[in-house]
């Protein structure tokens, strides 16, 4: 049998960091439709006859009707091809949901928080959906595969392994326990990051996200395509997002002043088809406010600057002088050097020295 999986979709997402861009959120949002629209006409092209997506279809708390009715209208056009859904964190299988109120078309199946089994001549289609916006024990251990002749599928929403208290509020599985259950396949969704044949004959995989989000999903994103037979099981991915987000580095420690640094920034080489996101390293000679700075750049592909410098003075040789700059940097660094200093107070000492030192100049 041949499929597609997607996961995490998240239609109508906000996009916040790229709303306050003009209309990038906007654009972004548009995006998402042709992606998903590519994956529609794969599977037209190729004669797909299942497509899974592992949740996150949609954002319950930002869906549009229509987002919806365009969902379904693309449905639509693969009458062919059975549609497995199942609801994740971010689109709950709740009361108002478009799950629970919309007529979606005949070929869309949508699963619940009751462990359900779709038979197909092909495969038996098994699914767990959430039912609110976390999920702390889907059930799946206390389950057992009806027919093991026959081809079955898992689609899910969660964490494999996860230990963290946030993991383990979005239905943390133990990946020995789902390997022991003998499925054909598992196709899992939550996690933004791709993860498949990292180990031989796997058969559980998450597909990414089919665009990334943010800066915190760098790298491809797309589709997952497999035919399972079996005893085989063949995957590869597809990337389908033709924006990306990227990371830039800029050392500025020969940079002496904001209107340098801006130059600097504007001067960068970026791509049309890329969000990138500014990390500055190095010794910073001069105080820096990134949400200043961000405002006086050109270019609306740069999203973010992050400051991660270090302040550039020698303050222990500094605080030696018996000056009153000498005694205020003393002063400071009594406290710099405190107990219970996080970062967050280290920063705000720190720009408080660069502050006073340019007053006592």
Known sequence: MKFVHIADMHFDSPFVNLSDKGELGDLRRLEQRKVFKKVIEYIKENNIKYLFISGDLYEQKYIKKSTIEYINKLFKEIPETKVFIAPGNHDPFI?????NQFEWNENVEIFNSSIKKIETDEADIYGYGFDDYYCTDCGIENFEIDNKEKTNVLVLHGTLDGASIED????????????NKEFDYIAMGHIHKLDYNTEEEQRIAYPSSPISLGFDELGEHGMLVG?????????KFIPLDEEEFVEIELDITDIYSKEDLIENINDLEIKENQYVKIILIGNRNFEINTYEIIKLITNDRIIKIKNKTKIAYDLEKMSSNNTLKGLFVKKMLENLNGDNVNEEKRKIIENAIEIGLDALE
């Open 227 to 235: 035919e399972i037979e079996k005893d085989k099981i063949n995957l």
């Open 168 to 179: 383990k509020q979005y239905n943390s599985i133990s990946k020995k326990m789902l390997k």
């Open 95 to 99: 009361k108002n949901s478009y799950y």
